[in-house]
């Protein structure tokens, strides 16, 4: 049900339930009259006509926009012209004679203290309209307002990531054109290897560009690529061993998050060793928490990892929330460990709440 139902819906079943109980009211008071279903149907006319061609007024106005302490005098003030307004309506046509009065009598119906009753009665009535009105209004502004800023966050994360990725994939491809670039001297072959690798890694990388998360198989497949890439030019000075077990495998990782760790253990690690060395990458799952480690040889200090390490946990905020972690720490005399840990429901995934209201609705309550 959209807002322009919902509010018809109030309306009528609304004033189709004041008019019944004033019509039971009066008929324990002085007895059951046809007179008194024939009188039902104008007083709901008129309630709906009066309360409806009031709300026009409140939209062109802009009350509802209104703050509470701006409000308030305005509704009391429209309660007591409604109830005259509802009331004078109701007068004139029993002065008219199209409707009975049905009262103890005509002089008694006309009398101050009659005319006094019906006037407090049609303002408590409209009191209680128009607290009803505003209460629903602000209701669903205000979860109009969440629909919004969910909206809003999500767009706002999908920037961020989108730039951390333009940031990223630049970085590591100048990286591998410098290493083409130094060997196609030295070795055209190895060099024209290199090419053929670098270019079935660009292509699986642009393939997903819209992509924030992929499947931890699908990651260490790129990593392998790059692996093999790296190992062109460093030729047995870089060896690496790639453990995983089947139920990590299908957990979803930030795209090139393991690509970058890998990127890391060898420009901070092998890369400064005479002799190189190994990395090696495991992935285990533990009380359901992802757990990646990426081993290189070498001694952490400060200008370890620098802006790929802070792109990853970023992205790794940004996609799991506080509970995802990254830490880069010595292992042992002579080796660097950096691991992740990955909780198995992204931090951006919100509880299933009830549906929300139809912002496309074109006549608003």
Known sequence: MNRTQAYWFCQLAGWGLYCLLTTLVIGLQIGWDVRLIINTAPSMIFGIGVSHAFRAFV????????????????????????????TALGDLLVWAGLLDPISLGD????????????????????????????????????RQAEVDKWKLEAQAEAAR??????????????????????????DPDRAQRMVTRLARLLRSTLQVDDVKKVPLEEELSTVRTYLELETVRFEERLQYEIDAGNEALTRPVPLLLVQTLAENAIKHGVAEQQGGGTITITATVQDDTLRLRVTNPGTLDAETGGVGLENARERLQLLFGDEASLTVENADAGTVCAT???????????????????????DDP
């Not at 992740?340 to 074109?362: D, H, M, V």
């Open 59 to 86: 939209h062109r106005a802009g009350w509802t926009d209104l703050s509470l302490r701006q409000l308030v005098p305005r509704v009391v003030g429209a309660c007591l012209v409604l109830s005259v307004v509802y």
């Open 107 to 142: 002089v008694e119906y006309w009398s101050g203290a009659q005319v006094v009753v019906r006037l407090f009665g049609g303002l408590i009535v409209f009191f209680l309209w128009l607290a009803i009105y505003f209460g629903v209004h602000s209701f669903w502004n205000y």
């Open 340 to 362: 992740a840990r990955l909780p198995s429901r992204s931090g951006n995934e919100r509880p299933t709440k009830p549906p929300l209201p139809q912002a496309a609705a074109s």
């Open 161 to 186: 990531l989108k730039a951390l990725k333009l940031q990223l994939n630049p970085h590591f491809f100048f990286n591998s054109l410098n290493s083409v670039r130094a060997l196609i001297a030295e």
